[in-house]
């Protein structure tokens, strides 16, 4: 089981952009995918999560219409979208498999980390 | 929305001491706590779930206790490996899902 996500992004306040979180080693509509970001030097927030099958995705409080998470079933793919992304973006974007039960393991594994730098 | 404090922040003791990580939950979350630990540079793993899980490959030395409110992390016999920042998440009630702030362990 393994999450590969894409490389790391150098962009401008204001661009748009989409990473990568590729999955393997199992069946992606088994499991949710869920985003998790981590400022620099500080701790993890939860993003939101997408349930691959019927692509529903939920979003936590803080990032609810600031970014859209989705998901390709033909490529086992998850993706995190921003439409304008903003200097305070700047951040290490993980993805993780999400248990769909509330008992079980939870995230677990990790994508290995997605660096994004805003700045002008 | 669901806040759990970590204590302490920063934990500083020598190898083989046995390690005592904190999370309070700001309401019953029942058993729905995990523990991951985050090495530097590294992304999270997964440690403990369901409050007293080990995850698998994960080492006997660390252990997970709790319900309710209140859970504990141990780590009987500290290894110089293990330095890393530990973390707590709720799933219990949810969006959001939630982190505790983290809890530094360093090695003297």
């Known amino acids: 089981v393994q999450l590969v996500q894409s490389g790391a992004e150098v962009k401008k306040p204001g661009e748009s952009l989409k990473i990568s979180c590729k999955a393997s080693g199992y069946s992606f509509t088994n499991y949710w995918i869920s985003w998790v970001r981590q400022m620099p030097g500080k701790g993890l927030e939860w993003m939101g999560r997408?349930?691959?099958?019927?692509?529903?995705?939920n979003y936590g409080p803080s990032f609810q219409g600031h970014v859209t998470i989705s998901a390709d079933r033909s490529t086992s793919t998850a993706y995190l979208l921003w439409s304008s992304l903003k200097a305070s973006d700047t951040a290490i974007y993980y993805c993780?498999?999400?248990?769909?039960?509330?008992?079980?393991?939870?995230?677990?594994?990790w994508g290995q980390g997605t660096l994004v730098t805003v700045s002008s | 929305e669901i806040v759990l404090t970590q204590s302490p922040a920063t934990l500083s003791l020598s190898p083989g001491e046995r390690a005592t990580l904190s999370c309070r939950a700001s309401q019953n979350i029942y058993n729905y706590l995990a523990w991951y630990q985050q090495k530097p540079g590294q992304a999270p793993r997964l440690l403990i779930y369901?409050?007293?899980n080990r995850a698998t490959g994960i080492p006997a030395r660390f252990s997970g206790s709790g319900s309710g409110t209140d859970f504990t992390l141990t780590i009987s016999s500290l290894e110089p490996e293990d330095v890393a920042v530990y973390y707590c998440q709720q799933r219990s009630n949810w969006p959001p899902i939630t982190f505790g702030q983290g809890t530094r362990l360093e090695i003297k």
């Open positions: 993780a498999r999400e248990g769909v039960t509330v008992t079980g393991p939870p995230f677990d594994p």
């Open positions: 997408i349930d691959p099958s019927d692509s529903y995705a």
């Open positions: 369901d409050a007293s």
